[in-house]
C-alpha cells in the first residue's frame, strides 16, 4: 500500500526566508504528484501538480520536484511571506486518478 | 456559485442522530469524491462516483452511506456515528476519473463533524 511521508511535520521561519518542504513515497509507480495549501479549517487548494514524465513545476515563489526513482519530492517557497503560513500537503496520484496524502507540514512564517 | 460547495459547514450530532452532508460542483465535472480528514491522519478516500464506475469501499463503516443523484450532487448520509467518527469530510470532483491530463481534483471547503 502507497504511503507517504511527510518532513516536518512543523516548521517556523522568519520572513523572507527559502525553506523546502519535503515529501517521501513507498511506490514509485506514481502517475502524478500534487502539492495542495490548506489553511485551518479550510479545504485543500492546488498549488502544483507534477505529471510523472516532468521533473518540476514552477508558479511564481514555488517550485516544485520529483524524482519518482527515488520516491521524493520537494516544495520549495522562496521569500517567504506571512501569508504562506498554511498546511502543506503532498499527495501521490496513481493510475486510478487517487489521491495518497501525506499528513502534512504546518508552516509559520514569522513577520 | 463557483467550484465546490458544501453544506453544512459545521455539524454537531448526537450518536443517535441521523444527518446528510451535502455537496454541489458547479464545474461540469463526472466525477466525485469523499474524504475523510482525522487530526494527525492522512487524508482518507471514503468513496467515489463518476460516469464510468461507482467505487465501493469496502472499509468504510455502513453507518456512512453515499448518494449521488446526479454528477453534480453528492451526499454522505450518516447514521448511528461514534465519537471517533469526528472529523473534516471533504468533497471533491474531477472531470473525469482518468488520471490523464485534465482531470485535478478540485476540493470543496470541508463539514467539520462532531460526534457527541
Known amino acids: 500500500k502507497q504511503e507517504v511521508t511527510q518532513i516536518p511535520a512543523a516548521l517556523s521561519v522568519p520572513e523572507g526566508e527559502n525553506l523546502v518542504l519535503n515529501c517521501s513515497f513507498t511506490d514509485s509507480a506514481i502517475y502524478n504528484l500534487q502539492w495542495f495549501r490548506q489553511d485551518p479549517g479550510k479545504g485543500l487548494t492546488s498549488l502544483l501538480l507534477?505529471?510523472?514524465?516532468?521533473r518540476e513545476q514552477t508558479s511564481g515563489r514555488l517550485n516544485a520536484s520529483l524524482d519518482k526513482s527515488s520516491g521524493r519530492s520537494t516544495l520549495y517557497i522562496a521569500a517567504s511571506q506571512p501569508g504562506d503560513s498554511a498546511t502543506y500537503l503532498c499527495?501521490?496520484?496513481?493510475?486510478?486518478?487517487?489521491?495518497?496524502f501525506g499528513t502534512g507540514t504546518r508552516l509559520t512564517v514569522i513577520p | 456559485e463557483t467550484g465546490v460547495t458544501q453544506t453544512p459547514r459545521h455539524l454537531v450530532m448526537g450518536m443517535t442522530n441521523k444527518k446528510s452532508l451535502k455537496c454541489e460542483q458547479h464545474l461540469g465535472h463526472n466525477a466525485m469524491y469523499w474524504y475523510k480528514q482525522s487530526a494527525k491522519k492522512p487524508l482518507e478516500l471514503m468513496f467515489v462516483?463518476?460516469?464510468?464506475?461507482?467505487?465501493e469501499n469496502n472499509s468504510v463503516p455502513s453507518r456512512f452511506s453515499p448518494e449521488c443523484p446526479n454528477s453534480s450532487h453528492l451526499f454522505l448520509h450518516l447514521h448511528t456515528l461514534q465519537p471517533e467518527d469526528s472529523a473534516l469530510y471533504l468533497c471533491?470532483?474531477?472531470?473525469?476519473?482518468?488520471?490523464?491530463?485534465?482531470?485535478?481534483?478540485?476540493f470543496g471547503p470541508g463539514t467539520r463533524l462532531t460526534v457527541l
Open positions: 471533491a470532483s474531477s472531470r473525469r476519473k482518468s488520471v490523464l491530463a485534465g482531470n485535478e481534483q478540485f
Open positions: 462516483y463518476s460516469l464510468e464506475e461507482r467505487v
Open positions: 499527495a501521490v496520484i496513481d493510475g486510478a486518478n487517487n489521491l495518497f
Open positions: 507534477i505529471q510523472s514524465s516532468q
